[in-house]
């Protein structure tokens, strides 16, 4: 539910993150936000026997990552009485047959066994890395690159070729190693995807060309101009340093001085309005060909 | 004017309860429902949500003069000084290093700042610190607080690891504190509790697949009073056809992170919910997931559903619709309403009959919103299903964090306008956890931002959620909630460091000064006759007034 509102990274060079509703994986200052994640981790071997009898036991309906099985049991991960049990004693009835009427069937097992099942349970959802996300599970292959480069091709040409060509910036940009997703991230943003949640990409990545600076140019009303990178602007004021290293600063009073920001990323904030799905998912497919 | 003035008015309301031995000193509950003046006695000033005070010493002629009056720093933690920090807790563990991202409550002469974990009383006239109670902590997602609630001389607060405390407003002693929801199901609460005659009202979130619910407690002796859960919980509840089965929607969300308003005349508490779960992976939960992503009016003595309007049905972008509802009176199609209006986080505005749930009227504000067809004839958005998280991706605008968010809007009775900040940028989402079953939480899902476009302070007319003007932010940042004045003012945060009072009729800058990153809405009291506003940077706060 809760997220971050973020400045993405991609104008001037003002940029306030606002951690609106944020909470880190594992909780910040120090306070884990899962209580399973405080637990003073159970005996290796305890939770090891207990992975054992899970597979002969439970496995087959409550799934191999405990998020349910082939024959229907519910998923553990996220149960009620799983996530306030501490070491069997809620587990341990329900093991035994007390929601018969509910389908679980009653299972033979010491008590022993069942605080080893809790302690194999507890160590999974110790491994949830935040906002309820599963503990991670193996790795899926996706197929991302579904796109016709044929058609990127075309659109490239038609879109990006007045700035980009793949026989200058991009040469061989399909030939680095960045993954169908970070390619794809890569271009769509211009080289500045900003933050995210989820499965965190594997490496940074470095821009696909040299990044351009944001630049201003300030008439000032006696007409002369003042040209520079931009630091940073508001309503009230505009900061810019000068080819020479001098910053340079000026009020701002409506439209006075004449103040002209040249962003290289203004064309991809355009796009972003007209891409189809599919018009990216080609270019990609495009530009992952140009080796 | 000081509240002590508005206990006259005590009799037009519910009799509060008064147990033998209280005195009737501190903040009457009556005082609620006086519009917004010389204190700020609940989350969002008064119950309506406006945010509009009636204070005008402050106006558009010389607010160009307003200047500080002080400014100081709130310490989180269990430090020693001067006085020394009064230590609660159930836990064992200290947080540090929370912000001030809630409401200040200002009452007789005092301001109570709360950060995760922490209450402070200051001296309204100097920022000078009363006293500072710090909770120890459990664990939890330390995310955020928005303010106490006050009824008579107790404070009430929610803590991360899900207490409600109540605490003496004098002394900051605790009298009491009771647990609200189960820190094992990863509950953790951040909401102002919002204070209705002899209730207690309070939320709570939660992002590990819980149900969402509201409860209401008693002042006196924090007794629970009545439970509302937000999605069907038992065989037959209402809304139990709009989820596939009675697992996953005992197991869908629709948490209860802001608080809400109040319509005294018909009793109801108008809250928003948060989004269904497992949050991006609906594939599990088919359906429009009741009563998740709605609208939802309570009768605050009873606690039973009066009526509920869904902003996001089967949300499956984390758009939590808790954004603040606020009530207006306005004429449509030539008629008086009752209304409630609210700026949703999914890019649409919404205005409702506030008395029956009425739809009156559906608009798309966010300007790059792009994730639905369009709207059904109940004004509810129709998502696109190619903007959910797929495999290849999809480009998604608003982001996650929404059009808005937890930041509240603001609307004036004098120019008629709703204004809120409209955030427009795009993120890329990836499908991640194809399970059939679907994910969990948050999980499931690679999102990463690609682009901002322009931001704005936007207003519209309410009645038919109309744009009527805009007014670009000069970064795509920031913007952090909005307040309104009788004195044709409207301030609010530039997203560039900036504090800005604007023109309410045009949204033209009248003053600024620039305090960094604020991190809460601004506020305006009186103390001595003399308007304040300020914010907060995060641990600092901010007071201006005219010399």
Request: hydrophobic fraction near 35%.
């Amino acid at each position: 539910m809760r997220k971050i509102v973020a400045a993405a990274a991609l104008t001037c060079t003002m940029l306030i993150a606002l951690a609106a509703q944020a909470p880190a994986p594992g909780g910040r200052g120090g306070v884990a936000s899962f209580p399973a994640q405080q637990r003073d981790p159970d005996d290796p071997a305890l939770v090891a026997r207990g992975n054992d009898i899970y597979s002969l036991e439970c496995r087959s309906c409550h799934g191999p990552d405990l998020r349910g099985g082939e024959m229907g049991g519910p998923n553990l991960l996220r149960r009620q009485l799983v996530l306030n049990d501490q070491n069997g004693e809620l587990l341990g009835p329900v093991i035994h047959g007390s929601r018969k009427d509910q389908g679980m069937p009653a299972i033979t097992m010491s008590d022993d066994d069942v605080k080893a099942v809790s302690a194999f349970i507890h160590s999974v959802l110790a491994k949830a890395p935040g906002q309820g996300a599963p503990p991670p599970g193996p790795p899926v292959t996706l197929n991302v690159l579904v796109g016709d480069a044929k058609a990127g091709a075309a659109y490239f040409e038609a879109k990006c070729s007045e700035c980009h060509s793949v026989v200058g910036d991009l040469r061989g940009i399909g030939a680095r190693d960045l993954g169908a997703v970070g390619l794809q991230n890569l271009w769509v943003s211009g080289g500045g995807a900003g933050r995210g949640r989820g499965a965190a990409p594997a490496r940074r990545v470095a821009p696909m060309t040299t990044r351009r600076e944001t630049t201003v140019t300030v008439t000032l009303p006696t007409g002369q101009k003042v040209e520079g990178r931009l630091e940073r602007v508001d309503d009230f004021l505009v900061s810019l340093t000068q080819a020479d290293g001098t910053p340079r600063s000026f009020r701002r009073n409506g439209d006075t001085p004449k103040v002209e920001i040249h962003d290289p990323l203004e064309a991809h904030r355009k796009l972003l309005f007209t891409y189809t799905d599919k018009d990216i998912h080609d270019v990609t497919a495009y530009l992952a060909s140009v080796k | 004017m000081t509240v002590k003035k508005f206990i006259l008015a005590a009799s037009l309301v519910v009799a509060p309860v008064l147990l033998t031995g209280q005195t009737q000193s501190g903040l009457d509950p009556a005082a609620l429902l006086k519009p917004l003046g010389a204190s700020w006695p609940t989350f969002s000033g008064d119950y309506t949500g406006r945010r509009h005070s009636a204070l005008t010493q402050l106006n558009q002629t010389n607010v160009k003069n307003l200047t500080l009056a002080w400014t100081t720093r709130v310490v989180t933690g269990a430090r020693g000084g001067v006085p020394p920090t009064i230590i609660g807790g159930v836990g064992t563990r200290e947080f540090t290093g929370g912000t001030v991202k809630g409401a200040i409550l200002a009452v007789d002469d005092v301001l109570y700042v709360t950060a995760p974990d922490n209450v402070w009383a200051l001296d309204a006239r100097d920022g000078r610190e009363l006293w500072h109670f710090f909770w120890k902590t459990r664990g939890a997602t330390h995310i955020g607080n928005r303010g106490v609630g006050i009824w008579r001389n107790y404070l009430y607060f929610e803590t991360p690891d899900n207490y409600l405390v109540s605490l003496d407003a004098k002394t900051g002693e605790e009298r009491w504190h009771v647990e609200i929801a189960d820190l094992n199901q990863q509950y953790f609460s951040t909401p102002a509790p919002i204070i209705i005659g002899n209730h207690v009202i309070a939320g709570t979130g939660n992002d590990l697949d819980g149900p969402g619910f509201l409860q209401s407690f008693d002042p006196e002796t924090g007794k629970l009073q009545w439970k509302l859960y937000t999605v069907p919980m038992n065989p037959g509840d209402p809304g139990l056809d709009t989820w596939p089965s009675l697992d996953a929607a005992r197991h869908g969300g629709g948490h209860t992170w802001m608080p809400g308003s109040y319509d005294p005349e018909t009793k109801l508490y108008i809250f928003g919910t948060g989004n269904p779960t497992p949050a991006y992976t609906g594939v599990g939960r088919p359906g429009d997931n009741l009563f998740t992503c709605s609208l939802i009016a309570v009768n605050v003595d009873t606690g039973k559903m009066a009526w509920y309007y869904a902003t996001s049905p089967h949300d499956t972008h984390d758009w939590d619709s808790v954004q603040t509802p606020i009530l207006i009176d306005a004429t449509v199609n030539g008629k008086p309403r009752k209304l409630v209006s609210m700026a949703a986080r999914n890019g649409f505005f919404f205005t409702l009959d506030r008395v029956t749930g009425e739809h009156i009227a559906t608009t798309r504000y966010g300007t790059a919103t792009n994730w639905a067809k369009g709207v059904d004839d109940q004004g509810r958005p129709v998502s696109e299903p190619a903007k959910e998280a797929t495999i290849p991706g999809a480009l998604v605008s608003p982001t996650e964090g929404g059009t808005t968010n937890w930041q509240p809007p603001a609307y004036s009775p004098d120019t008629g306008l709703f204004y809120t900040q409209e955030e427009n940028a795009f993120n890329m989402l990836y499908l991640s956890d194809p399970d059939p079953r679907g994910s969990m939480g948050l999980g499931g899902k690679i999102r990463i931002e690609v682009g901002s476009t322009p931001k704005f302070l936007t207003a519209l007319d309410p009645a038919t959620g109309k744009v009527v003007w805009r007014r670009q932010y000069a970064n795509p940042g920031g913007g952090i909630g909005l307040l309104s004045t009788a004195g044709g003012l409207l301030f609010g945060a530039d997203g560039s460091g900036n504090f800005v009072a604007h023109d309410a009729k045009t949204g033209k800058p009248l003053w600024h000064t620039r305090v960094g990153a604020i991190s809460n809405a601004p506020q305006t009291f009186m103390v001595d006759g003399k308007q304040y506003v300020m914010v907060a940077t995060a641990d600092q706060l901010w007071a201006f007034y005219l010399y």
